[in-house]
């Protein structure tokens, strides 16, 4: 079974700051990897995703992700904070070899960004 | 464009009852899923449909859940005899297709609180 782990339900960050989110998953052969947010009062929005290829990956508004297999993680990064980034943020996996794209999900990190 | 929209926005029941939530997809989207969201945890797979079968109910909780779709487009979940514990945000998504890697779009979600 798979499972996802981001380490920290809250992270506070000063604007202009680095944001970094880390994201670790748990399966036996690497899945394909999503970063999702979420605003306030709005639905999961897709921020990046890593299927093939190469593995530094760049989303909207900034963010990038790097997955690295031999630490079997996918963090998310951006390197300056905007206000607007106040979110949560979800890491996501789902398995390569199965019908489907069914979603696992890590458990959230609030991120709160200070003027 | 029409993203995908849930209704009621809201729902507030008492235990006992039963409820019905439903999905309006993206149109034109094959792959629907449902997943669940307790307050302070991530999203939890329920049932991933594929047209108008479900190959994958692996995440419903117990048999007082279930769901259909009909026409390839309109989903209903249903729970019956509400607990407490069903208490949650209750999110629809919708993609292109269900093969690996393609990307869910969210919807809003309803709020279902058990009395």
């Known amino acids: 079974a798979q499972s996802v782990t981001q380490l920290g339900s809250h992270v506070s960050v000063s604007e202009g700051a680095l944001v970094l989110l880390r994201c670790n998953y748990s399966s036996s052969v690497p899945p394909y990897l999503f970063w999702y947010v979420q605003y306030p009062n709005q639905g999961l929005q897709l921020l990046l995703k890593?299927?093939?290829?190469?593995?530094l990956v760049k989303g909207i508004n900034g963010f990038e992700a790097e997955f690295k297999k031999s630490e079997t993680s996918f963090h998310l990064t951006k390197p300056s904070a905007h206000m607007s980034d106040a979110a949560e943020y979800f890491c996501a996996v789902s398995p390569i070899k199965a019908a489907g794209n069914k979603l696992t999900f890590g458990g959230g990190t609030r991120v709160l960004v200070k003027p | 464009g029409a993203g995908v929209s849930q209704s009621p926005s809201n729902k507030v029941t008492e235990k006992g009852k039963d409820v019905e939530l439903r999905c309006d997809p993206i149109?034109?989207?094959?792959?629907l899923y449902w997943y669940r969201q307790r307050l302070g945890q991530g999203l939890e797979f329920l049932i991933y449909?594929?047209?108008?079968?479900?190959?994958?109910k692996s995440g419903l909780p117990s048999d007082r859940f279930s769901a259909e779709r009909t026409g390839e487009s309109v989903s209903t979940l249903t729970i019956q005899r509400t607990q407490q514990e069903d208490s949650a945000v209750y999110l629809c998504?919708?993609?292109?297709?269900?093969?690996?890697?393609?990307?869910?779009?969210f919807g809003p979600g309803t709020r279902l609180t058990v009395l």
């Open positions: 149109s034109g989207h094959t792959a």
């Open positions: 998504a919708s993609s292109t297709e269900g093969g690996q890697g393609y990307e869910q779009f």
């Open positions: 449909f594929q047209g108008n079968s479900a190959p994958d």
């Open positions: 890593y299927t093939t290829g190469a593995t």
